[in-house]
């Protein structure tokens, strides 16, 4: 986990129903290349770890017999539950379940699973732990898959009818009004979150890895609404962080998006997604 930070129940506290909204989607393209690269076929067991409101693992859910998502938070396993009755084949609700549980206490009872993934939350979690754990877990030849947006990439907006995010006159105003530091939970990150998940997959055991990008860059247009989503979405800025002053930060940040784009719309470009694809031991 982060340096000299302890998990707390608090720390996507409120941010649920905001998520989908407010953060941008994977790259197109992701299922196709993890049905193509892990020769799925409708069958097996996903095990989304860290799962949010589950829009990972419905976006993957046709690629399963199961999709078993678990992630600390209460609210976002209600959201799960409620964006999977949303889906238009009703066979993705069916076969999509939804645990509340830290990723810690795995195994849980949840039994086998052909794939493991992770969508940018393996950073939260003792790793060593979970990474040994889950590999226990996966069947012969199974594989772990991490994914995030590519951090490496700059997109220009050069084109682009609407102005960008400013994003980094949103992260000073939250700074205003919760501190220099970024905020997790009830604690703060004084050194960030830590990276070197290879070194942690190798540890545990495992094989690889394989890396692929799912090229993005195709324009997106966002609005007020999805930009004050996007910051609630946030660990750093979630809802309940701001008490009292919840209000008067909301209307600051409306005042800084009207200022920014006086017609309330942003261009932005949707970012690749890098994948990490870890070979259960027996794969080799």
Known sequence: MP??????????????PYYRRGRLPY???L??????????DGRGRLLDVGCGPGVLALGL??????????????GMIAEAGRL????????VARNARWVQARAEELPAGLGTFTVATFGQSFHWMDRDLVAATVRDMLRPAGALVHISDLKTETLPLDGLPYPGVPYAAIGDLVGRYLGPVRRA??????????SGEAHVFGRAGFSGPERYVVRGGQALE???GDVVAWVFSTSSSAPHLFG??????????????????????FSERQPSTEVFVWREPSAR
């Open 27 to 29: 790259a197109p393209g």
């Open 185 to 194: 939970g009830r604690g703060v990150l004084l050194y960030g979150t830590p």
């Open 244 to 265: 009292t002053r919840r209000g008067d930060f909301e209307a600051d940040l409306g005042r800084l998006l009207r200022e920014t784009s006086p017609a309330g719309r």
């Open 61 to 74: 859910a046709h690629l399963f017999g199961e999709v078993v998502g678990v992630d600390p938070d209460g």
């Open 3 to 16: 340096e000299g930070w302890e998990w707390d129940d608090t720390l996507f506290l409120g941010s649920a």
């Open 222 to 224: 966002r609005t007020c």
């Open 31 to 40: 299922a196709e290349l993890l049905a193509e690269v892990l020769t799925l």
């Open 84 to 91: 999977a009755e949303e889906v238009e084949e009703p066979r």
